[in-house]
């Protein structure tokens, strides 16, 4: 029988893992993929949708070229166990599937009781909008209903997190929405964290796009010590209650659960690997992706995640049926939009150190930079979404 590779999660780590090993193995590895949902909205752009500049059908992908044409396995179910000693993984529907090589990337979930107040049971009230998809749109719906002059509230989330400056391109499409339509609201930043992701390029800014809208709170005023009440929609910071009209509670994160359960993450929530070749550090003949991992210098991104994946695809052929396997290298770029045509970004390449996967040279925007400069990085984003949606899926 042909080897079998088992993928858990059909994001941007899995589902390039299980196209790039089925595309580059011509049929000698059986590639099956694990995912519950049909449809999967991409987090990135999801802001941009947020603030009007994508359509929610741009950012939905399917796995039907993963099936049709690079004969992937796809099973749309949900990995409930996996048993370690026997090699095999539960699925939510009764099915039980062996596997020689197991690849995770389950992605986030958020810490129980990060913020008190908030658990899933009031997402509809205070929406993360951290997975992509109805919670988006419930958002999106919030923000244009939201009382003329009234307070948008975000509770960003501690480091690590999905995304790092994602909050922050988020309150910039927020503001562009609000500057349009509702040019008196306020945005209202409650911030755990003394610093963010290109801190100093967001504020400039937003000093320049939507000056006097936008505040934010740090820790050294309570931030971090935040709690919401869905039913008064209050926020309560270090003991002073505020009455905000939208509230985004992105809670603290650890890996998909999925990983916990499986024992592969440690007690940080998120799961340590070989810095070479993406294989827990727990059980070598597993391999964690993305969000879920403990991945050194590199941030959690679909950049990240499928850059990582195009490492496991290898040494997962090399393990399977002796392909060559090249040192690892990794890279990736974050872009965010600011407003019509300002966008900036932030970037690097890794490879595998001793101990962690390290930074080798980076780059990032720079304040007072001119308009074209900025078009042209927005429009360099918008390459890159078309190119890694094509390389994820097909
Ligand atoms: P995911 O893409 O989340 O995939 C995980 C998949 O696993 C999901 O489809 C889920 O259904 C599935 N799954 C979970 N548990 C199980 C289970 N038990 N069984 C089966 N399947 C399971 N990144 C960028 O590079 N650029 C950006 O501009 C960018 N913008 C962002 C903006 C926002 C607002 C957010 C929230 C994120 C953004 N990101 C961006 C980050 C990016 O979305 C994530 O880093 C990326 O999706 C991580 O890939 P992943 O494979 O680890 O997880």
Not at 130 to 146: C, F, P, R, V, Y
């Amino acid at each position: 029988a042909r080897p079998r590779v088992v993928i858990v999660g059909g994001g941007a780590g899995g589902a390039t893992a299980a196209r790039y090993i089925a595309k580059d193995s011509g049929g000698a590895i059986d590639v099956v993929l694990i995912e519950p949902g049909k449809t999967y909205y991409t987090c990135f752009f999801s802001n941009l949708y947020l603030g009007g500049f994508r359509d929610l059908a741009s950012i939905a992908h399917d796995y039907g070229m993963l099936a049709s044409q690079y004969g992937v396995n796809v099973i749309h179910d949900l990995a409930v166990d996996i048993d370690r000693e026997a090699r095999s993984v539960a699925l939510a529907s009764g099915h039980a599937l062996g596997y020689d090589r197991l690849i995770v990337s389950p992605g986030i979930d958020f810490v129980d009781g990060a913020v008190p107040g908030w658990d899933l049971t009031v997402q509809n009230r205070m929406p993360h909008a951290w997975k992509a998809g109805s919670q988006t749109q419930l958002l999106k719906a919030q923000i244009e209903a939201m009382r003329e002059g009234g307070v948008f509230c975000m509770v960003a989330p501690p480091d690590p997190y999905r995304c790092p400056p994602g909050p922050y391109e988020r309150i910039s499409m927020v503001a562009h929405v609000l500057k349009e339509r509702n040019p008196t609201a306020k945005i209202l930043i409650v911030d755990p964290k003394e610093k963010f992701s290109k801190q100093a390029l967001f504020e400039e800014g937003w000093s320049r796009h939507y000056p006097g809208m936008i505040e934010r709170v740090g820790p050294d005023f309570g931030a971090a010590n935040v709690e919401v009440r869905p039913d008064s929609m209050e926020v309560v910071i270090d003991g002073a209650p505020e009455t905000v009209d939208v509230c985004n509670v992105i809670p603290a994160q650890k890996a998909g659960h999925i990983a916990g359960i499986a024992g592969l993450a440690n007690d940080s929530g998120f799961c340590p690997i070989v810095p070479g070749t993406m294989q827990s550090r727990i059980d070598e003949n597993i391999y964690i992706l993305g969000d879920a991992t403990i991945a050194g210098d590199m941030p959690k991104s679909a950049f990240s995640a499928n850059s990582q994946a195009k490492v496991a695809a290898m040494q997962v052929r090399a393990a399977l049926i002796g392909a060559r396997a090249f040192p690892a290298k990794y890279s990736n770029t974050c872009w965010s939009l600011i407003d019509t045509g300002d966008g900036v970004k932030v970037g690097a390449s890794y490879q595998a150190a001793e101990d962690k996967i390290a930074k080798v040279d980076g780059f990032v925007s720079q304040t007072g930079e001119d308009a074209a400069l900025r078009k042209a990085t927005f429009e360099e984003s918008l390459g890159w979404y078309a190119g890694i949606t094509a390389d994820i899926f097909g």
